[in-house]
């Protein structure tokens, strides 16, 4: 049984880093496309970044230049690293994998196999 389990989440003042991590365990192939995303209460899970198997990475705009996504495979562990975080930034941060490459159309949550129960990252003004 596949599981994506975060940790690094915590509390931050504005312009603070983080850096959210992502074990995969019980999988039998390599995932195509891992993702991170987030959620605050009362909006949809957006896309934050994502990488290839391949290393090719995407990133939405507000995070671009800012996080830095990357994975160990021999540790089977994702990575984000966060800097120069915003109060914006504050949300459920989850990990996700899918059995497909990303594309195009990373961002889309209905194209992940699998998600992790998230962490939460809280960023003060």
């Known amino acids: 049984q596949v599981q994506l389990l975060e940790s690094g989440g915590g509390s931050v003042q504005s312009g603070g880093s983080l850096r959210l991590s992502c074990a995969a365990f019980?999988?039998?192939?390599?995932?195509?496309?891992m993702g991170w995303f987030r959620q605050v209460p009362g909006k949809e899970r957006e896309g934050v970044a994502a990488?290839?198997?391949?290393?090719?990475?995407n990133y939405a705009e507000s995070v671009k230049g800012r996080f830095t996504i990357s994975q160990d495979n021999a540790k089977n562990t994702l990575y984000l690293q966060m800097n120069s975080l915003k109060p914006e930034d504050t949300a459920m941060y989850y990990c996700?994998?899918?059995?497909?490459?990303?594309?195009?159309?990373?961002?889309?949550?209905?194209?992940?196999?699998?998600w992790g129960q998230g962490t939460q990252v809280t960023v003060s003004s």
């Open positions: 996700a994998a899918q059995y497909a490459y990303c594309s195009g159309s990373w961002y889309y949550t209905a194209g992940y196999n699998y």
């Open positions: 019980g999988y039998t192939y390599s995932f195509d496309c």
């Open positions: 990488i290839d198997s391949d290393g090719s990475t």
